[in-house]
């Protein structure tokens, strides 16, 4: 039985090849509103105006059905979302330019709205507020999201990155607004679960924190469960977006499994690649049945659990049918074993440093269309490093 309903095609920018490639810094303004601003009958317009604190105050007065009505009139600045995107998602904005226009737009509305998300995941709040408004968010999904994304940029220590989506929420939940209905549900859904997963954890810390618990992660099972939370709900969403739009042979039960598998591998590896600033943050992953081993014998584990998760994704090789989607799965799950060997061979170094595998490794696995791209990106981090 197939997961999603197929009579959608296409997305907001169907037709077109790709995003436009022209870039433009995100707005500067505390918020970004086109439109009308709509209160008590008047009419009031902020075009790309820097809105003060009177003007978020007003913005949460108003009811979320004028909120939302607001936002359904504004008139996406696709240069803007592409800028966004490609600020938070570095790596994974060149992949999923091999994807179909539809179901690209579908990941970056879908990218966007999760990394919205995770600024309330990583931000300074105790454990226990961001549970709250974690589980919130998770109950309202993605209404409570907007509210909670006006607090957060008011944050003083919200990073960078995160500090212009926050600036710039309309704008997302704008696009996101554009995309067909039954995609909307799709990332809504799994929006949700990510949520209420989030929460369950922070509890978890607020509980580590308070001695009431010995630690984040007990066991492997546990830092599965914490990866399906972080990634694999976004590998059972893709299976999800990819049967919507025709990519899939089949969908059922053990392709969703696999999804969710790949999604889990990669986060493994993300995992690996910030257990050095995470240890910074007094944050670890590390099981705790696993702390009387030695950094080498406990790394092995991990390369085996991880190597066991990456066989489990092995089955969208033969369901996908569409080539740029099998083409996109197959980078995403060969840049981690790249990025898992590389962890391996220089191990244990991973543990106490960020340590990044040579560029020619890659140049020499990617697609052809993307090695150009790639090196852009490289060259550009270099700069940024030296700012």
Not at 19 to 25: D, L
Not at 71 to 100: C, H, W
Not at 138 to 167: G, M, N, V, W
Not at 225 to 252: I, N
Request: net charge positive; aromatic share 10%.
């Amino acid at each position: 039985m197939a997961l999603a309903d197929r009579t959608v095609r296409g997305g907001l920018f169907a037709g077109s090849r790709t995003f436009p490639r022209r870039q433009e810094k995100p707005s500067k303004s505390p918020f970004w509103i086109r439109g009308a601003f709509v209160r008590g009958g008047s009419r009031t317009y902020f075009r790309d105006s820097r809105c003060g604190p009177s003007a978020q105050t007003a913005w949460m007065s108003l009811s979320g059905v004028e909120r939302r009505r607001i936002i359904a009139g504004m008139a996406t600045d696709k240069n803007l979302i592409e800028t966004l995107y490609r600020s938070v998602a570095r790596q994974q904005a060149l992949f999923t330019t091999l994807l179909p226009d539809d179901l690209e737009h579908a990941m970056v509305d879908a990218y966007l709205l999760f990394r919205l998300l995770d600024t309330i995941e990583d931000s300074s709040l105790a454990p226990e507020e961001r549970a709250a408004d974690l589980e919130a968010v998770a109950d309202d999904f993605p209404a409570a999201l907007e509210k909670r994304s006006i607090r957060h940029a008011q944050a003083e220590r919200t990073p960078p990155a995160y500090r212009s989506l926050l600036e710039n929420f309309q704008q997302i939940f704008s696009f996101h607004r554009e995309q067909p209905p039954n995609v909307q549900g799709i990332i809504e859904e799994t929006g949700a679960r990510m949520a209420s997963g989030m929460a369950k954890f922070a509890l978890r810390e607020a509980e580590v924190g308070l001695g009431k618990r010995p630690a984040l992660i007990e066991d492997f099972s546990e830092l599965e469960e914490y990866c399906t939370v972080a990634a694999g709900y976004v590998g059972e969403m893709s299976v999800r977006l990819f049967d919507l739009f025709g990519a899939l042979a089949r969908a059922d039960d053990e392709v969703l499994e696999a999804g969710r598998a790949l999604g889990n591998f990669v986060q493994i590896v993300n995992v690996l690649r910030d257990s050095s600033s995470d240890r910074e943050r007094n944050r670890s992953y590390r099981p705790r049945e696993t702390a009387g081993l030695a950094d080498k014998e406990y790394l092995n584990q991990v390369f085996s659990f991880g190597r066991n998760i990456a066989s489990r994704s092995e089955l969208l090789g033969e369901v996908v049918v569409k080539p740029e989607v099998r083409t996109y799965c197959a980078t995403l799950h060969g840049m981690a074993s790249l990025h898992l060997t590389f962890y391996q061979q220089t191990a244990p170094r991973i543990l106490h440093e960020r340590i990044k595998p040579p560029v020619t490794l890659f140049i020499l696995f990617l697609p052809p269309r993307l090695v150009g791209r790639f090196l852009l990106y490289k060259i550009r981090g270099l700069f940024r490093a030296r700012d």
